[in-house]
């Protein structure tokens, strides 16, 4: 158990919504694992007009950490989306031999020594020895400056994912595939990046990042400003009432949580560009604070469904809406770290849509449309006034569109290749959450026109009577539906209007 919560914090560290390592550090021993998948990665396509400075590289260090035999290396590859079927196995099971793995690489990977008519720069002999390049680095002017070794992508069509692989072989002295499993740990030190290093064509937006996570750091840069402006706005909205009503408080906390969250994730993701790791803490922070904000979201809505603040003053907490809540919110939050920590793997492509822990996680969201649709068709059948009526229906439909927005967004993904659909689930769904906030801002607002609907803690008469008398909430519905007064000296005495109602 330990040691996989170790490992669910590599894969944050490392990065996939953790972004896929661009400077990868660790120690891999052949005899131990025949083969190691140490990342995916994007490459994008090549600019034709700037080829050399636009391909895809990956440079970086192997070096033995006890005496070794260099004529008996082993081997770091490469490989292409359209290869890496034969390697889908689990991490320990891989008893085919050398040459059934390695079978398509040879057909298409250039050796001088076996392959020389190959046409792809995918294989390389490690580990090498140091201060000296790697074996299989024929021109030390292709190698990036300070690094034993460099290999070079070059994507003329279309970006692509590939995947970066250690693997216990050799070739013979017949060019034949054969295992190989030196019992010496080799430490590596690698980059992955799109385009030259310390090129001027490179861009620091995405140099770092796989294809399918370019442009993440300007996504989160306008996230961040969007949500300060909006906390401002609620800021100004807590400061024009006289008694911040608790609807508002607790809409004020989720706009904090998701501006904390998205700074420390843009923090993360700026970090992340200039040094290809990012921050640990910020990453997971950011996270955790996201995934509540978004429950805290659900329980407000519910709450407002069940006629708390609106029908009757939120001095309360309804028990059984919030353990009910506190227990779908709980198994939430465990299918987010289970899916994290169990069942990522870098082989296969696994987010909220195609793993069984982010189907609960959908579940879960169907299971809180449905509990809010329930509870917002009861209050607007009990409702008496038919305007108010009206708007809970318009409340109803708008925000039930928001609770199924994520396995609404899930079909749409599922049309889009894995090289668009990190960027395209991220926008979808900060988006949407960032409309539903802004239109529950826009109500509750002290002086818009929907402020009538909810309760009001601005007139005294509102402290004489219990918070669920008919007599006063049938008063209130005067108070607001009088179009013909602007000033409460128009309106009618409360005795007067008490009395009508005995």
Not at 95 to 118: A, V
Not at 130 to 146: F, M, Q, R, S, Y
Not at 424 to 452: D, E, G
Request: hydrophobic share 40%; proline share 4%; charged share 15%.
């Amino acid at each position: 158990m330990m040691g996989q919560w170790i490992r669910f914090l590599l894969l944050f560290h490392l990065g996939t919504i953790l972004l896929d390592a661009a400077h990868i550090q660790g120690t891999w021993n052949p005899s131990e694992q025949k083969v190691a998948v140490l990342t995916k990665f994007g490459y994008q396509q090549t600019n034709v007009k700037n080829e050399k400075e636009s391909r895809g590289f990956l440079y970086g260090h192997f070096l033995p950490q006890a005496t070794f035999n260099y004529s008996n290396p082993v081997l770091l590859a490469i490989v292409s989306s359209e290869n890496i079927n034969i390697f889908r196995k689990t991490s320990t099971d891989y008893g085919m031999s050398c040459g059934s793995m390695l079978r398509n690489l040879t057909n298409k990977g250039f050796e001088p020594r076996c392959f020389p008519n190959g046409t792809s720069d995918s294989f390389r002999w490690i580990p090498c020895p140091d201060g000296h390049l790697c074996k299989g680095e024929d021109n030390a002017a292709n190698v990036i400056p300070g690094y034993q070794m460099t290999m070079q992508i070059e994507e003329r069509f279309n970006p692509e994912h590939w995947y970066v692989l250690l693997i216990a072989c050799n070739l013979d002295s017949n060019c034949e595939w054969k295992d190989s499993a030196p019992n010496v740990p080799i430490n590596y030190d690698i980059w992955l990046t799109n385009g030259r290093p310390n090129s001027a064509a490179v861009s620091f937006f995405t140099f770092n990042f796989s294809f399918d996570e370019q442009n993440t750091v300007q996504l989160f840069l306008l996230t961040v400003c969007m949500y300060a402006i909006l906390s401002i706005i609620q800021s100004g909205a807590n400061f024009k009432n006289r008694q911040i009503p608790p609807r508002s408080i607790i809409l004020s906390r989720i706009i904090t949580m998701k501006l904390i969250g998205y700074s420390l994730q843009c923090f993360n993701v700026l970090l992340f560009a200039y040094d290809g790791q990012g921050f640990f803490i910020a990453r997971i922070a950011g996270e955790v604070l996201r995934n509540t904000s978004v429950q805290v979201h659900c329980l407000l809505l519910i709450l407002l469904a069940k006629g708390w603040d609106i029908s009757y003053p939120g001095t309360e907490y309804p028990r059984r809406t919030i353990i009910l809540w506190g227990i779908l919110a709980g198994l939430d939050t465990i299918l987010f770290f289970y899916n994290c920590t169990f069942v990522y793997d870098v082989l296969h492509d696994v987010d909220i849509y195609s793993a069984w822990p982010g189907h609960g996680m959908i579940l879960i969201r169907i299971v809180y449309a449905i509990w809010f649709l329930i509870e917002i068709r009861k209050l607007i059948d009990s409702e008496q006034n038919r305007h108010k009526a009206e708007f809970l229906a318009h409340f109803g439909a708008g925000f039930l569109v928001w609770f199924v927005s994520l396995p609404m967004i899930g079909i749409v993904a599922s049309f889009v290749s894995q090289l668009w659909r990190f960027s395209l689930i991220l926008a979808l769904t900060t988006f949407s959450n960032f409309v539903a906030l802004s239109c529950l801002v826009h109500q509750f607002w002290p002086k818009s026109s929907y402020r009538k609907f909810f309760a009001d803690y601005t007139n005294g008469h509102r402290r004489l009577g219990r918070d669920d008398s008919h007599e006063f909430n049938d008063y209130d519905n005067y108070l607001f539906y009088d179009q013909d007064s602007d000033s409460d000296a128009d309106f009618p005495d409360c005795e007067d209007v008490i009395r009508t109602q005995i």
